[in-house]
């Protein structure tokens, strides 16, 4: 693909301001200054997964406050809303559908370049069979002693004996928990 990463004067396109990527390490010279924009093209593909990373945890963070919002929304049941009210969060909720929308191109660019970077590192379906005319070598297992065996069994014995005092624990708070929210019900 020769599509590149969108850029703008200030970083990353879509990204917000507290997000802005920071250059890889010795891409920037000593002085502090910004590298020049053919340095920036040749990004690792490590730091482009950086990235992704970022996008992702946006994407997650816009996705959260899109259900907090739908979640503050009362529904409309006979109660009359202010108007305002209403049009400020359809406007809150259509920006950050907007942004969502934005970030998952962003991932997808971001994908796509990694994937065209380390297209040489992929290995080929081929390198993966096992080899051919190659004898198996056939390991010979001796029978356990007598008492690894016992051991065995005694082990065995301990962890079904624990798995039954955990499921009886376990049957007892369920009890105790039905108990405590019946009591809550009976109290309202």
Same mark, same amino acid.
């Given at each position: 693909?020769?599509a ?81 009210m ?6 809150? +909720? ?9 970030l ?64 009886? +624990? ?6 105790? +928990? ?11």
């Open positions: 693909m020769a590149s990463l969108p850029q703008k004067a200030g970083g990353m396109a879509g990204m917000p301001p507290q997000h802005q990527p920071h250059p890889p390490p010795g891409a920037a010279s000593a002085t502090g200054q910004q590298p020049p924009q053919g340095a920036l093209r040749e990004i690792s593909p490590v730091f482009l997964c950086r990235i992704g990373q970022e996008t992702v945890q946006d994407i997650v963070t816009r996705t959260m406050e899109i259900f907090q919002i739908t979640r503050a929304t009362q529904l409309p049941n006979g109660v009359t809303q202010s108007q305002a209403y049009q400020d969060r359809f406007g809150k +909720l259509q920006e950050h559908l907007r942004q969502l929308a934005l998952f191109r962003k991932l997808r660019l971001l994908y796509e370049r990694c994937v065209e970077m380390t297209s040489d590192l992929q290995e080929e379906s081929s390198e993966l069979l096992p080899y051919v005319g190659e004898e198996l070598v056939t390991v010979k297992v001796e029978p356990c002693s007598s008492a690894v065996n016992q051991e065995r069994r005694e082990v065995l014995e301990k962890v079904r004996q624990k798995n039954q005092e955990m499921k009886v +624990l376990m049957d007892q708070m369920r009890n105790l +928990l039905w108990d405590v929210n019946a009591m809550l019900t009976h109290r309202k």
